[in-house]
């Protein structure tokens, strides 16, 4: 294509290193690359094809935390840039950026057969954030909690498991230990989240801390227990094997599989499987040396004593999801959250606790995580009779995989090409333009124009969502609110930096009046609490105005204000 020579570059950068996954479909890297880092590997992969191709690679996430890499001189200088990220979160914050210094965008994915480009032209085109996909269909929690089918379901349980007992609840502990306003901040909360919130905190510091390895078997175990068989004796308790309905069918038909408790044998593998994973995730949580010796965690397994299970009555089970919805978020009793508040010690006296929440990694088979995952699947699998799934079957839906099919990124990078020519050869008219939509499958292949960008007015004047205002610093607060009024005839209500509001009409006077005659720099500074960095250029302004009539004005252009240099 010639994109990069004749005194052009290409930038390329991921932080990501090779795996031999990866080659199936990214056929710049080799069976020896594994283990080196993309961006390296691509760029010496592409110069040794063609010489002449100026490319330079760099291994940095692109992010609000490298923005003194990319700072709006790096982006400034390129013509365009070209996306291939896999998280919504880093594709919108490019397409902030592109939008904010007005620069071309191709945006593209693939999931198994399926494909998608976008490209995003300045002062034509929507923007990639203008539109969002519809949320994924989530399995009711009625299903997951009490009626799974499917290993699916299962697998979802098992997610949900890991993420509050390893990751949640020790995060609120350790909230608890190092924020002095996290009771404070809980207590504000709706509902009964308060009491719920501050038990789990008890639980975690003080009623089941673990002092040994050993104490963390015997968790284990007792978790063991309650999961799958004192949960599913109190459910058939409620809902016997032969309940029938109100209609006078039987309860347990259809869609509901009628369970049954599993009884804890040392000696089958699963059942272990789950007691070393748990046990040494509770210990990776709090700092415990670990144990994979399965003789000597069975051992151990023989002094605990698990108590016998009576169920009992008046327990409420929700059947439906609106049953489920219609009990929860309550009030919950006052004197119990003041009780549990007196109970729990001070940060002050837990300060030889450490705490160490666990974030889902399904790629490290030596962190117990899959292991976790597939064993507490299958056993819940095990208690409804559903066929049990492989390690690899369960790392594919847990971590929500679909293999990667070289023919469809093939396709979707042609098809992503075809769309820079037009780019590059300046085209101003939004119907040369196509967005694709592809399934290989099908197969489908679809072809849009792009969605033009929406137009607004204020004050008789029309602007779209890649217009801005420009504004050259330094002026004071009071100077800049004058500003607008005069130049532009809108009254600022609210002026906003990110997250930090830095003037509002409901503010109170002296705080307005402390602001009023301070530099915009030095506002931001001050309420944000952080410096200016040293490579900022410019600073974005979000704002609202009335009109002159004093009407709101809807979707106002941002501000850039430009530091002097």
Same mark, same amino acid.
């Given at each position: 294509?010639?994109?990069?020579?004749?005194?052009g570059?290409?930038?390329?950068?991921?932080?990501?290193?090779?795996?031999?996954?990866?080659?199936?479909?990214?056929?710049?890297?080799?069976?020896?690359?594994?283990?080196?880092?993309?961006?390296?590997?691509a760029?010496?992969?592409?110069?040794?094809?063609?010489?002449e191709?100026?490319?330079?690679?760099?291994?940095?996430?692109?992010?609000?935390?490298?923005?003194?890499?990319?700072?709006?001189d790096?982006?400034?200088?390129?013509?365009?840039?070209?996306?291939?990220?896999?998280?919504?979160?880093?594709?919108?914050?490019?397409?902030?950026?592109?939008?904010?210094?007005?620069?071309?965008?191709l945006?593209?994915?693939?999931?198994?057969?399926?494909?998608n480009?976008?490209?995003?032209?300045?002062? =034509?085109?929507?923007?990639?954030?203008s539109s969002?996909?519809?949320?994924?269909?989530?399995?009711?929690?009625?299903?997951?909690?009490?009626?799974?089918?499917?290993?699916?379901?299962?697998?979802?349980?098992?997610?949900?498991?890991?993420?509050?007992?390893?990751?949640?609840?020790p995060?609120?502990?350790?909230?608890?230990?190092?924020?002095?306003?996290?009771?404070e901040?809980?207590?504000k909360?709706?509902?009964?989240q308060?009491?719920d919130?501050?038990?789990s905190?008890?639980?975690?510091?003080?009623?089941?801390?673990?002092?040994s390895?050993?104490?963390?078997?015997?968790?284990?175990?007792?978790?063991?227990?309650?999961q799958y068989?004192?949960?599913?004796?109190?459910?058939?308790?409620n809902?016997?094997?032969?309940?029938?309905?109100?209609t006078?069918a039987l309860?347990?038909?259809?869609f509901?599989r009628?369970?049954?408790p599993?009884?804890?044998?040392?000696?089958?593998?699963?059942?272990?499987?789950?007691i070393v994973a748990?046990a040494?995730?509770? &210990?990776?949580?709090?700092?415990?040396?670990?144990?994979t010796?399965?003789?000597?965690?069975?051992r151990?397994?023989?002094?605990?004593?698990?108590?016998?299970?009576k169920?009992k009555?008046?327990?409420?089970i929700?059947?439906?999801e609106?049953?489920?919805?219609?009990?929860t978020?309550?009030?919950?009793?006052p004197?119990?959250?003041?009780?549990?508040?007196?109970?729990?010690?001070?940060?002050?006296? =837990?300060?030889?606790?450490?705490?160490?929440?666990?974030?889902?990694?399904?790629d490290?088979d030596?962190n117990?995580?899959?292991?976790?995952?597939?064993?507490?699947?299958?056993?819940?699998?095990?208690?409804?009779?559903?066929?049990?799934?492989?390690? #690899?079957?369960?790392k594919?839906? &847990?971590?929500?995989i679909?293999?990667?099919?070289?023919?469809?990124?093939?396709?979707?990078?042609?098809?992503?090409? =075809?769309?820079?020519?037009?780019?590059?050869?300046? #085209?101003?008219?939004?119907?040369?333009?196509?967005?694709?939509?592809?399934?290989?499958?099908?197969?489908?292949?679809?072809?849009?124009?792009?969605?033009a960008?929406k137009?607004?007015?204020?004050?008789?004047?029309?602007?779209?969502?890649?217009?801005?205002?420009?504004?050259?610093?330094?002026?004071?607060?009071?100077?800049?609110?004058?500003?607008?009024?005069?130049? #532009?005839?809108?009254?600022?209500?609210?002026?906003?930096?990110?997250?930090s509001?830095?003037?509002?009409?409901?503010?109170?006077?002296?705080?307005?009046?402390?602001?009023?005659?301070l530099?915009?720099?030095?506002?931001?500074?001050?309420?944000?609490?952080?410096?200016?960095?040293p490579?900022?250029?410019?600073?974005?302004?979000?704002?609202?105005?009335?009109?002159?009539?004093?009407?709101?004005?809807e979707?106002?252009?941002?501000?850039?204000?430009?530091?002097?240099?």
């Amino acid at each position: 294509m010639g994109l990069g020579t004749d005194g052009g570059c290409i930038y390329v950068t991921d932080m990501d290193i090779i795996e031999r996954s990866n080659l199936n479909r990214q056929f710049l890297f080799r069976p020896w690359d594994v283990g080196q880092l993309k961006s390296v590997t691509a760029a010496k992969a592409v110069a040794k094809m063609n010489p002449e191709v100026s490319i330079v690679s760099h291994c940095h996430r692109v992010g609000q935390d490298s923005e003194h890499i990319y700072t709006d001189d790096f982006f400034g200088a390129l013509d365009g840039v070209a996306n291939a990220l896999d998280n919504v979160e880093s594709r919108t914050y490019i397409d902030i950026r592109c939008v904010q210094l007005s620069k071309p965008l191709l945006e593209s994915g693939t999931l198994g057969t399926k494909g998608n480009v976008q490209v995003v032209v300045p002062h =034509l085109s929507e923007s990639y954030s203008s539109s969002h996909d519809p949320p994924e269909k989530s399995i009711p929690i009625c299903t997951l909690k009490h009626f799974p089918n499917a290993i699916e379901h299962t697998l979802q349980w098992a997610r949900d498991e890991f993420e509050g007992l390893f990751k949640q609840r020790p995060e609120e502990a350790m909230k608890y230990l190092e924020d002095p306003t996290f009771v404070e901040n809980t207590l504000k909360l709706p509902g009964d989240q308060p009491a719920d919130v501050l038990a789990s905190v008890k639980q975690q510091l003080v009623d089941e801390r673990p002092k040994s390895f050993a104490d963390c078997v015997a968790w284990a175990r007792m978790h063991f227990e309650s999961q799958y068989s004192n949960q599913i004796k109190q459910l058939l308790y409620n809902f016997p094997k032969d309940h029938q309905t109100s209609t006078g069918a039987l309860f347990w038909s259809g869609f509901k599989r009628c369970p049954h408790p599993i009884e804890f044998d040392a000696s089958e593998e699963l059942h272990m499987d789950y007691i070393v994973a748990a046990a040494n995730l509770r &210990a990776a949580v709090y700092g415990i040396h670990n144990c994979t010796d399965r003789q000597e965690i069975s051992r151990i397994l023989e002094r605990v004593k698990v108590p016998v299970f009576k169920p009992k009555s008046g327990v409420q089970i929700s059947v439906t999801e609106n049953e489920a919805s219609s009990r929860t978020g309550g009030l919950d009793d006052p004197n119990r959250v003041s009780n549990i508040v007196k109970e729990l010690p001070l940060p002050s006296k =837990l300060m030889e606790v450490s705490i160490t929440p666990q974030e889902f990694e399904k790629d490290d088979d030596t962190n117990f995580h899959m292991d976790f995952i597939v064993a507490a699947s299958n056993l819940r699998a095990a208690n409804y009779d559903i066929p049990l799934a492989d390690r #690899h079957h369960s790392k594919l839906i &847990a971590g929500k995989i679909i293999p990667a099919i070289a023919t469809t990124t093939s396709l979707v990078a042609g098809l992503v090409c =075809l769309e820079l020519y037009k780019l590059v050869q300046g #085209h101003n008219k939004l119907k040369l333009y196509r967005n694709s939509f592809v399934n290989l499958a099908l197969p489908f292949f679809g072809f849009t124009e792009p969605i033009a960008a929406k137009k607004s007015k204020f004050n008789g004047r029309e602007y779209t969502m890649w217009d801005h205002f420009e504004v050259q610093g330094e002026l004071t607060l009071k100077q800049f609110l004058d500003y607008f009024k005069t130049k #532009h005839e809108v009254e600022i209500t609210m002026l906003s930096h990110g997250l930090s509001i830095l003037y509002s009409f409901s503010m109170s006077p002296p705080k307005v009046n402390e602001r009023l005659d301070l530099p915009m720099s030095e506002v931001v500074a001050q309420v944000s609490k952080k410096p200016i960095e040293p490579h900022v250029r410019n600073l974005i302004f979000e704002l609202l105005c009335n009109d002159k009539n004093g009407e709101d004005i809807e979707d106002m252009p941002p501000v850039h204000y430009l530091l002097p240099k």
